[in-house]
């Protein structure tokens, strides 16, 4: 007999691991994989901002728990792997959301920046993805990785934006996504990847203020951007049984701004 459509977005006695998950869009994730029924751990690069996260999901009634690491480091993914197979044992859904930006004209782009975002943006995905697939996930025949990477990833931006590494970083998760899935999906795990538009995080938030609030969300058909519950029931969709035949694919949320030609 077939579950219910409850029990197949139940994710009790999963355990969620989930990069950038002390604020934004990671902390807004691991609310609604919690609160589904998972374990999770958010990792970040600063113990004080994971320390107030954990506090806020556990007030929620959320199992909780934070390791310190930045995963543009590859000693650090080693480690942050070590101690999360260690606390909470193995990991059934990954989702790689930390990320950074860097604003400067393409032509005076510095290097150094161009290294710093792809390191983060998509080498991190990759290693972190690399780790946990073969020590936990594909042993086992079972997972679910939902990358994170933008609206940015489907062409190019506003005049107002100069942001070519991370526009790159991005259409690079894209078909990091696809190529995964394809290669890991007859051993049982998924991978999928969120496109998010604009929301008020840290990172986006001097952007939306130098464009207008108004103005950027008169580009999008609902006449609105992103909040703290928008990409919840997206991921998931994509963490449980719910998303179970999805693998390999992309969905935008961005009330509708990909959908515009030429927009």
């Known amino acids: 007999m077939s579950r219910s459509v409850m029990e197949l977005f139940d994710l009790k006695g999963k355990t969620a691991l989930i990069t950038g998950g002390s604020r934004g869009l990671g902390l807004q994730m691991a609310e609604a994989l919690g609160e589904a029924g998972a374990k999770v751990l958010i990792t970040s690069r600063k113990s004080a901002d994971l320390e107030e996260a954990v506090a806020a999901l556990a007030d929620r009634g959320i199992d909780a728990r934070w ?13 942050l792997v070590d101690e999360t197979l260690q606390r909470v044992g193995d990991v059934d859904i990954l989702v790689n959301n930390a990320g950074a930006s860097w604003g400067s004209p393409a032509e005076d782009y510095p290097v150094a920046a161009w290294d710093k975002v792809m390191n983060l943006n998509i080498r991190g995905y990759f290693l972190l993805s690399q780790e946990i697939g073969k020590r936990s996930m594909l042993p086992r025949g079972t997972g679910s990785i939902i990358n994170l990477a933008s609206i940015a990833a489907l062409g190019g931006n506003p005049t107002e934006m100069k942001t070519i590494a991370y526009n790159t970083s991005k259409g690079a998760v894209l078909n990091f996504t696809r190529a995964l899935a394809a290669e890991w999906g007859p051993r049982g795990v998924r991978v999928n990847c969120i496109c998010p538009g604009f929301f008020r995080t840290k990172m986006a938030e001097v952007l939306i203020d130098t464009i207008g609030e108004e103005k950027m969300s008169a580009g999008a058909p609902l006449r609105r951007l992103g909040d703290d519950e928008d990409l919840k029931g997206l991921a998931l969709l994509l963490a449980s049984d719910a998303g179970k035949h999805i693998t390999g694919q992309w969905i935008a949320a961005d009330g509708g701004v990909s959908a515009v030609v030429g927009g």
Do not use: L, Y
């Open 67 to 79: 390791v310190a690491a930045d995963c543009a480091s590859e000693a650090d993914i080693h480690r």
